[in-house]
């Protein structure tokens, strides 16, 4: 009888690794990542807009405010002051982190400084007129920002934060008369905004004619979030194909002004002593609602969403 030299009280289980080969190890889940864009504009290109710059004193320090939220925070940000505000560095910005995002993933958004309008020639608009971001060296249209916004992949979370006028309704309030900071808002004046529009025509009705052309597929409505809606049946209707969770907190109502400061805009300056260094507790909702409570009833800041958005409404803010 052979000799069973070896290991013979304990045989050995069959392996299904092949001889050689190296242990196979468990991939660890990707954890998500947050990057973020602040945009602050004091003052835009005269070329650009038919000789006015439309100076304000606080939109920069807004804009380097959120930054350091953001940065305390852990997102990766990105930071643009008014002649780096430009159209093409704000598009690629956006498109580049687009294209970097995964599911689970969040990207803030942040802008301060003037909101704007030009002729609506979608026919999306019921006052015909499309609002605007006025960057430095040309207006970014809403059609073109939720457009921008539907690139990103579904589960993707996009809080925006808005501290500007960009109504079209505004224009049914009263300008404030021009004096300190604190009595200037953030809008152009719809006779500068005018001036504007047709002096550069050409250009703004060829944007708005390429944005529908690109979405048509999408089914968007460019001015949902401008819409008092959140998480309605209409809203889902609209944009069922819009795949990003998006959460706009905007600076005032649409008959109202978003208001300039001496260091801080007045939604943003609330906006950061609410979040108090991030000893805020709550959820979107609640930090909209303490937010708006310590705004003068001249100014209360608005809560839309586009996507599904109901679970992110549901967080924290500013939470990765």
């Known amino acids: 009888?052979?000799?069973?030299?070896?290991?013979?009280?304990?045989?050995?289980?069959?392996?299904?690794?092949?001889?050689?080969?190296?242990?196979t190890?468990?991939?660890?889940?990707?954890?998500?990542?947050?990057?973020?864009?602040?945009?602050?504009?004091?003052?835009?290109?005269?070329n650009a807009y038919a000789g006015w710059t439309g100076p304000l004193a606080a939109c920069e320090f807004d804009a380097n405010d959120m930054t350091a939220l953001a940065r305390a925070r852990g997102f990766s940000p990105t930071t643009l002051l008014t002649a780096q505000a430009t159209r093409t560095r704000v598009l690629s910005a956006l498109r580049q982190v687009a294209r970097t995002l995964k599911a689970g993933d969040l990207f803030l958004l942040s802008y301060s400084g003037h909101g704007g309008q030009i002729d609506d020639t979608s026919a999306d608009e019921d006052d015909?007129?499309?609002?605007?971001?006025?960057?430095?060296?040309?207006?970014?249209?809403?059609?073109?920002?939720?457009?921008?916004l539907s690139r990103f992949v579904e589960g993707v979370r996009v809080l925006v934060v808005s501290d500007s006028c960009h109504s079209g309704t505004v224009t049914r309030a009263p300008m404030p008369t021009p004096g300190s900071a604190q009595q200037r808002p953030r809008i152009m004046p719809r006779a500068i905004g005018r001036r504007v529009y047709e002096a550069h025509k050409a250009f703004y009705d060829r944007l708005q004619a390429q944005v529908a052309k690109a979405a048509e597929h999408r089914k968007l409505d460019p001015d949902t979030a401008l819409a008092n809606v959140v998480v309605s049946e209409r809203l889902s209707a609209i944009v069922h194909d819009f795949k990003p969770a998006v959460i706009l907190i905007s600076g005032c109502q649409?008959?109202?002004?978003?208001?300039?400061?001496?260091?801080?805009?007045?939604?943003?300056?609330?906006?950061?002593?609410?979040?108090?260094?991030?000893?805020?507790?709550?959820?979107?909702?609640?930090?909209?609602?303490?937010?708006?409570?310590?705004?003068?009833?001249?100014?209360s800041p608005n809560l839309f969403t586009l996507g599904p958005a109901a679970d992110f409404l549901s967080q924290t803010p500013f939470s990765i």
Request: hydrophobic fraction near 30%; include cysteine; charge should be neutral.
């Open 1 to 23: 009888m052979a000799m069973i030299v070896g290991n013979r009280s304990r045989p050995q289980a069959a392996s299904t690794r092949s001889v050689g080969a190296p242990p």
């Open 25 to 46: 190890r468990k991939r660890r889940a990707r954890a998500p990542q947050g990057a973020s864009l602040h945009i602050g504009l004091n003052e835009v290109s005269a």
């Open 128 to 148: 015909k007129l499309d609002e605007t971001w006025c960057l430095y060296d040309g207006q970014l249209i809403d059609d073109e920002l939720y457009y921008e």
């Open 254 to 299: 649409d008959n109202q002004f978003s208001m300039d400061g001496e260091h801080n805009g007045a939604f943003t300056e609330q906006l950061l002593r609410v979040w108090n260094g991030g000893r805020f507790s709550g959820n979107h909702g609640r930090f909209h609602a303490q937010v708006r409570s310590g705004l003068p009833p001249t100014q």
